[in-house]
């Protein structure tokens, strides 16, 4: 195979030029790996969720709908998945504003942007466990900062313990969560923005469109579909994430931060009891298919631009 | 374009002319203010955690554990020994050694099987192709949190629990759909004229793939190498529910799990930890950010 190999190598070189051959064959280790490591133990969760499988006895047994039963009449977890859904509704609704507004800011030229845009990406780009250690200390019950100027400042007493009553506990994670994905939902916004055809804004321009007429009569129906995209990717790393919540809260207190994930490890890895922490974990199921249907939607009306 | 659009203004320069552009002017400048403002509060609401993360890195105990004292400054004199307990006291460089082990193994699997995968769906002619490159990124849609309770018992029948392989070998479930989709955006943008005309001296189309395209797309392979580290880098849930001796651990777990035990808190070592993986990461991405955009975006593009 170098530059000067003669085109008398028929034999390999019908093999390596048929793209017949070639394609299925390029494309086949990475349709296994999805197979064996994706799709394989997905149909091994469902039926998980309809089995008796622990940690200390692997042996499977159909049991039918038994952990089901079991988890609906546990009000933990519809705890959990009314938290989830709270807990998704909010911080998209929060992301959607607050990442077209960075989204702004990332696209605007002026001097130090390359520390600003440092800064700004830091909570996305940061490993979320070390993030979430951080705002743990943020948080923290006695020493947070938040507290101190608070208290400097007159406006209260003593400490508000971010994350020991239930309202503020769940207030805490959707900020964290809503933190660590507006950059990203912004970078994906920033590309649909840089993908607005010039002359649509010099028109805008040159027939005078102020700032929010620009805004809301250009910007905004043009990148409509990208922003539902960012939501909705968004939405989707918050819900099926349980690191925010296993390090910030564990859940606490008393299950008033407990999400769908977080509980799944709870039963299935925590107590050993997989074929009941499977069917909780299930019930993130009919979330994904929807964001996946959205995000499907919205792509479709990007194409036809 | 803007040349040609002032001059003639500048030729019919009239007085309301003038103060209509001093508007216009004045109207710049407060929007200007008000741009830096935003980015200022944006910056300081993203980075809080961590400059607070940084100046409690260095603070002595007395001075860190007083409520009184003004947390974001230096009561006492700063100290850099919770920083070198970090390395010296717990299994830190452990945890990193292992992070970076899993993360370059894992690096390796995803382009050996993500590259030639990208360049079957973005260049070959195949039926399904268009419809097999979707479905492949809605597999980065299926979470982690999904599938850790079968995966569990998968890396237990290997007998690879509570061993770095574990992560090597699910990892790439996480890393190939993205990289895969980065990919084909690269690939894409390779002109197809250089493929034919290699094709046409004498390459056979493997040889235009790995004598042409790979090295013409080495900037967006590159790209997908720092992108693929820092998922494997993020990830926790695998990592908890597969490991439990910290010496097999990684940043992502072993930070957390294990300078915090029980009710014990190190809380100048986590920052200091927080902080000298947060930055490099952040660097490393902000270099690429652009090539990141161009890669998401070019994949959707029809080849």
Same mark, same amino acid.
């Given at each position: 195979?170098?530059?000067?190999?003669?085109?008398?190598?028929?034999?390999?070189?019908?093999?390596?030029?048929?793209?017949?051959?070639?394609?299925?064959?390029?494309?086949?280790?990475?349709?296994?790996?999805?197979?064996?490591?994706?799709? *394989?133990?997905?149909?091994?969760?469902?039926?998980?969720?309809?089995?008796?499988?622990?940690?200390?006895?692997?042996?499977?047994?159909?049991?039918?709908?038994?952990?089901?039963?079991? *988890?609906?009449?546990?009000p933990v977890f519809w705890r959990s998945l009314r938290n989830t859904l709270v807990f998704t509704v909010i911080s998209m609704a929060l992301t959607? #504003?607050?990442?077209?507004?960075?989204?702004?800011?990332?696209?605007?030229?002026?001097?130090?942007?390359?520390?600003?845009?440092?800064? #700004?990406?830091?909570?996305?780009?940061?490993?979320?466990?070390?993030?979430a250690?951080?705002w743990l200390?943020m948080l923290d019950s006695v020493?947070s900062?938040i507290d101190?100027v608070l208290r400097?400042?007159?406006f209260i007493e003593s400490n508000v313990y971010w994350l020991g009553k239930d309202e503020l506990a769940m207030a805490s994670v959707i900020a964290v969560h809503t933190w660590r994905i507006?950059?990203?939902?912004?970078?994906?916004?920033?590309?649909?923005?840089?993908?607005?055809?010039?002359?649509?804004?010099?028109?805008?321009?040159?027939?005078?469109?102020?700032?929010?007429?620009?805004?809301?009569?250009?910007?905004?129906?043009?990148?409509?579909?990208?922003?539902? #995209?960012?939501?909705?990717?968004?939405?989707?790393?918050t819900f099926?994430d349980m690191?925010v919540v296993y390090i910030l809260t564990r859940g606490g207190p008393e299950n008033a931060t407990q999400v769908l994930p977080s509980y799944?490890?709870?039963?299935?890895?925590?107590?050993?009891?997989?074929?009941?922490?499977?069917?909780?974990?299930?019930?993130?199921?009919?979330?994904?298919?929807?964001?996946?249907?959205?995000?499907?939607?919205?792509?479709?009306?990007?194409?036809?631009? | 374009?803007?040349?040609?659009?002032?001059?003639?203004?500048?030729?019919?320069?009239? !007085?309301?002319?003038?103060? =209509?552009?001093? /508007?216009?002017?004045?109207?710049?400048?407060?929007?200007? =203010?008000?741009?830096?403002?935003?980015?200022?509060?944006?910056?300081?609401?993203?980075?809080?955690?961590?400059?607070?993360?940084?100046?409690?890195?260095?603070?002595?105990?007395?001075?860190?554990?007083?409520?009184?004292?003004?947390?974001?400054?230096?009561?006492?004199?700063?100290? @850099?020994?919770? &920083?070198?307990?970090?390395?010296?006291?717990?299994?830190?460089?452990?945890?990193?050694?292992?992070?970076?082990?899993? !993360?370059?193994?894992?690096?390796?699997?995803?382009?050996?099987?993500?590259?030639?995968?990208?360049?079957?769906?973005? /260049?070959?002619?195949?039926?399904?192709?268009?419809?097999?490159?979707?479905?492949?990124?809605? %597999?980065?849609?299926?979470?982690?949190?999904?599938?850790?309770?079968?995966?569990?018992?998968? &890396?237990?029948?290997?007998?690879?629990?509570?061993?770095?392989?574990?992560?090597?070998?699910?990892?790439?479930?996480?890393?190939?759909?993205?990289?895969?989709?980065?990919?084909? @955006?690269?690939?894409?943008?390779?002109?197809?004229?250089?493929?034919?005309?290699?094709? &046409?001296?004498?390459?056979? /189309?493997?040889?235009?793939?790995? /004598?042409?395209? %790979?090295?013409?797309?080495?900037? @967006?392979?590159?790209? %997908?190498?720092?992108?693929?580290?820092?998922?494997?880098?993020?990830?926790?849930?695998?990592?908890?529910?597969?490991?439990?001796?910290?010496?097999?651990?990684?940043?992502?777990?072993?930070?957390?799990?294990?300078?915090?035990? !029980?009710?014990?808190?190190?809380?100048?070592?986590?920052?200091?930890? =927080?902080?000298?993986?947060?930055?490099?990461?952040?660097?490393?991405?902000?270099?690429?950010?652009?090539?990141?955009?161009?890669?998401?975006?070019?994949? =959707?593009?029809? !080849?």
């Amino acid at each position: 195979m170098s530059v000067s190999e003669p085109p008398g190598l028929r034999g390999r070189a019908t093999l390596a030029d048929r793209e017949g051959f070639l394609a299925p064959i390029f494309l086949l280790p990475a349709v296994v790996y999805i197979i064996a490591l994706v799709a *394989i133990p997905l149909l091994l969760a469902i039926a998980f969720a309809f089995s008796d499988v622990t940690v200390g006895d692997p042996s499977f047994e159909w049991v039918g709908l038994r952990n089901f039963d079991a *988890i609906f009449d546990d009000p933990v977890f519809w705890r959990s998945l009314r938290n989830t859904l709270v807990f998704t509704v909010i911080s998209m609704a929060l992301t959607i #504003v607050l990442a077209k507004a960075l989204a702004m800011i990332l696209i605007a030229n002026f001097r130090f942007k390359w520390l600003i845009r440092f800064l #700004v990406l830091l909570p996305w780009t940061t490993p979320i466990a070390l993030a979430a250690v951080a705002w743990l200390w943020m948080l923290d019950s006695v020493y947070s900062p938040i507290d101190w100027v608070l208290r400097s400042l007159g406006f209260i007493e003593s400490n508000v313990y971010w994350l020991g009553k239930d309202e503020l506990a769940m207030a805490s994670v959707i900020a964290v969560h809503t933190w660590r994905i507006v950059p990203l939902a912004a970078v994906i916004i920033l590309a649909g923005l840089i993908s607005i055809p010039d002359d649509i804004k010099d028109a805008a321009e040159i027939d005078g469109a102020g700032f929010w007429r620009k805004l809301f009569e250009v910007t905004v129906p043009l990148t409509l579909p990208v922003i539902a #995209v960012a939501t909705l990717f968004g939405a989707v790393l918050t819900f099926t994430d349980m690191s925010v919540v296993y390090i910030l809260t564990r859940g606490g207190p008393e299950n008033a931060t407990q999400v769908l994930p977080s509980y799944a490890y709870l039963k299935g890895i925590g107590s050993g009891d997989l074929a009941q922490g499977a069917a909780i974990a299930l019930f993130l199921f009919p979330l994904l298919l929807a964001a996946a249907i959205a995000i499907l939607r919205s792509v479709k009306k990007m194409e036809t631009f | 374009m803007a040349v040609s659009a002032r001059a003639p203004i500048a030729v019919a320069d009239s !007085g309301h002319v003038e103060r =209509a552009r001093r /508007r216009t002017t004045v109207r710049r400048r407060a929007g200007r =203010a008000g741009l830096y403002l935003i980015a200022v509060c944006a910056a300081l609401v993203a980075a809080l955690p961590f400059i607070w993360g940084t100046i409690t890195a260095f603070k002595r105990d007395a001075d860190l554990y007083n409520s009184e004292n003004n947390p974001f400054m230096f009561n006492l004199d700063p100290t @850099g020994e919770h &920083v070198s307990f970090l390395f010296d006291g717990t299994s830190f460089l452990t945890f990193a050694a292992n992070t970076l082990w899993v !993360g370059l193994l894992v690096v390796a699997i995803t382009l050996a099987v993500g590259l030639p995968a990208a360049y079957s769906l973005a /260049r070959l002619n195949m039926r399904w192709s268009g419809a097999l490159g979707i479905s492949i990124f809605f %597999v980065y849609l299926v979470p982690p949190t999904l599938l850790f309770i079968s995966l569990t018992r998968v &890396v237990a029948i290997t007998g690879l629990q509570d061993s770095t392989w574990s992560l090597v070998l699910i990892y790439p479930t996480i890393t190939i759909p993205v990289s895969m989709w980065l990919l084909m @955006g690269f690939l894409k943008a390779v002109p197809r004229d250089l493929e034919e005309q290699a094709m &046409v001296d004498g390459y056979s /189309r493997l040889g235009a793939f790995t /004598r042409i395209v %790979v090295p013409l797309a080495l900037p @967006g392979i590159v790209a %997908v190498v720092v992108f693929a580290f820092t998922l494997t880098a993020h990830e926790f849930i695998y990592a908890l529910a597969f490991i439990s001796p910290s010496d097999a651990k990684t940043i992502s777990i072993g930070v957390p799990t294990e300078l915090i035990r !029980g009710d014990v808190f190190f809380w100048q070592s986590l920052q200091a930890a =927080a902080i000298l993986v947060a930055v490099p990461i952040a660097f490393a991405f902000n270099l690429l950010l652009e090539r990141f955009i161009t890669g998401f975006t070019m994949g =959707a593009v029809k !080849g």
